[in-house]
């Protein structure tokens, strides 16, 4: 073998040995971290925090998607279209609102 490729191999075998401890105690943390997150979730009180983010980031989601709309169709402020866009803006908002406090109250949030 050639002097090279000997300290390549050697090189290989230190740098498996050194990496292999961290690992397992990063796999070890991890398995731990998702334990608990599952443990977190299916209890009552972590399904009602995820179902509390979930609606209110979905409402801000939903929201910004309107306001984005809006901006988008302000050429269309002095034309005959302009009622339509607002009117669907204003439903949309609506909308939003009332799904997002439905699905509060199926979920017992308020």
């Known amino acids: 073998m050639s002097d090279h490729k000997k300290e390549m191999s050697n090189h290989k075998g230190t ?3 050194h990496k292999q401890p961290a690992h397992k ?3 070890t943390g991890a398995f731990e971290s998702i334990s608990n997150l599952r443990s977190d ?5 972590g399904a009602k ?4 983010w979930y609606i209110d980031t979905s409402e801000k989601v939903a929201n910004q998607a309107i306001d984005f709309e809006a901006s988008a169709t302000k050429w269309a402020k002095q034309t005959p279209l302009a009622p339509i866009f607002e009117a669907q803006m204003k439903y949309g908002k609506k909308f939003v609102e009332r799904s997002a406090n439905a699905a509060r109250s199926l979920w017992r949030l308020e």
Not at 49 to 52: G, I, P, V
Request: hydrophobic residues 45%; aromatic residues 6%.
């Open 15 to 17: 740098h498996s040995a």
């Open 49 to 52: 925090k995820f179902a509390a």
């Open 41 to 45: 979730l299916l209890s009552v009180k």
């Open 25 to 27: 105690q990063h796999d």
